[in-house]
């Protein structure tokens, strides 16, 4: 009887103990506290809820802003004041959007300081390639791509890169100010 006790008690022990390990390396967390915490991708905790935007919100690269970014990932250089610059690695952008993912968006960045010519930006949504961006010389300057196929996002969530593409001996800054998604019109 003491022996079947211990058994059963020892039992009841090692399947807590399963159950404990298995909700330890399974975590049923938001996305947010997962890609920040446990991923470690973003390089600003967004809040609960902070990775949400609605097609149209236009999220902006400064400290000082009500919609100031809080979904950048990797990639990003000098992110103080009012813009966030290109580093070697592709810099990395972090969305959910509220209301589906409609076809087709216009992706508007605002750059400071572009130079014209030097490179070009390739963004990729979900490690799909969806375009170039070419800088213009000016002090500000808007460029636009229209994205024309849906996206399907992994989780809801949208993975976007924008990867430097140097012509050869360029040298240039390439500095974020705003990011944008809308929709597109005919």
């Known amino acids: 009887m003491y022996n079947s006790l211990l058994w059963l008690v020892n039992l009841v022990l090692v399947t ?13 967390v938001p996305m947010e506290y997962r890609l920040y915490y446990l991923e470690d991708k973003l390089e600003d905790w967004p809040g609960y809820g902070g990775l949400n935007v609605q097609p149209g919100d236009t999220l902006y690269f400064s400290a000082t802003r009500q919609n100031s970014v809080r979904h950048r990932g990797s990639g990003w250089e000098d992110s103080t004041g009012q ?15 509220r209301h589906g993912d409609a076809a087709p968006l216009m992706l508007q960045v605002t750059l400071q300081g572009a130079q014209s010519g030097a490179e070009t930006i390739g963004v990729e949504i979900n490690q799909r390639r969806v375009g170039d961006l070419t800088p213009v010389a000016r002090a500000s300057s808007d460029l636009r791509l229209r994205i024309e196929e849906p996206i399907a996002p992994v989780s809801g969530l949208w993975e976007i ?4 593409e140097r012509a050869a001996g360029a040298t240039s800054r390439i500095c974020f100010s705003s990011v944008r998604f809308s929709p597109a019109r005919e």
């Open 16 to 28: 807590l103990y399963a159950i404990v390990a298995y909700l330890a390396l399974h975590p049923n």
């Open 83 to 97: 813009r966030s610059c290109l580093g070697r690695e592709p810099a990395m952008l972090y969305l959910r959007f």
């Open 161 to 164: 890169a924008f990867h430097r």
